[in-house]
């Protein structure tokens, strides 16, 4: 049975080509939907309820973020994979916290979204390989984190400050900047952004983690 996919770009071109792709060399791809807008694709996606929503990370209404964000809310149970001119780490951490399976570069080869599609429909997580400097090198061994380490990392990626973080775990501000530092350099990572990045590579931070709330 055909993967049922969804479709949502506000750019005709970028839109154009990938349906195009998906309805002449993709036969085992359904193509049930496609939007302009994020107002579109929310209606769509309501309506449809297809098994894999591409969604462009930047587009009027709602951006594919946002529309993540919803599915996920809502428990809808499609899959969205982000469709990108950019590969910044903010965009990609952005995307999978708010529940997003993959992540494309839309200056890869069209090929690359089926590889993602195949990757996503069988449980796992895709991200682009133009994107591969954002979360390290493949095949590096990294030191595990602490348990004390992972709570510090974890509580900076929801906002808290050093002393804010003390004050959760009954520890100092010093003692916080000094795991966080130790979680940097066994990560290999410059910031947060990257640290979560890495963590969540290496198995040792879940993307459910990230979505909770209150204490670790």
């Known amino acids: 049975m ?9 750019h005709p071109l970028t839109r154009s080509g990938i349906a195009a792709f998906l309805r002449e060399q ?3 791809l359904e193509l049930v939907g496609e939007a302009e807008d994020g107002v579109e694709a929310w209606r769509l996606l309501v309506a449809t309820r297809p098994q894999i929503a591409l969604l462009d990370i930047r587009m009027p209404g709602e951006d594919g973020i946002a529309l993540a964000r919803k599915l996920r809310a809502e428990g809808v149970p499609t899959r969205a994979i982000m469709l990108t001119a950019y590969n910044a780490q903010g965009y ?14 839309k200056s890869s080869a069209v090929r690359e979204l089926q590889r993602a599609i195949d990757v996503v429909m ?5 991200l682009d390989s133009q994107i591969s400097h954002v979360v390290g090198a493949e095949n590096v061994l990294v030191e595990p984190l602490t348990e004390r380490e ?5 509580l900076a990626s929801r906002g808290l400050s050093m002393k804010e973080t003390g004050a959760v775990l009954h520890i100092a501000e010093r003692t916080v900047q000094a795991h966080l530092g130790s979680a940097y350099g066994k990560l290999g990572a410059k910031n947060k952004t990257e640290a979560l990045l890495l963590a969540i590579k290496h198995g040792m931070l879940l993307l459910d983690e990230l979505l909770e709330d209150g204490e670790p």
């Open 26 to 28: 993709a036969p085992e």
């Open 92 to 105: 990609v951490l952005a995307a999978l916290a708010a529940g997003a399976k993959g992540f494309v570069v």
């Open 2 to 10: 055909a993967v049922s996919v969804l479709l949502a770009d506000d």
């Open 150 to 154: 992972r709570e510090v990392l974890l």
């Open 122 to 126: 069988s449980g796992g997580m895709y």
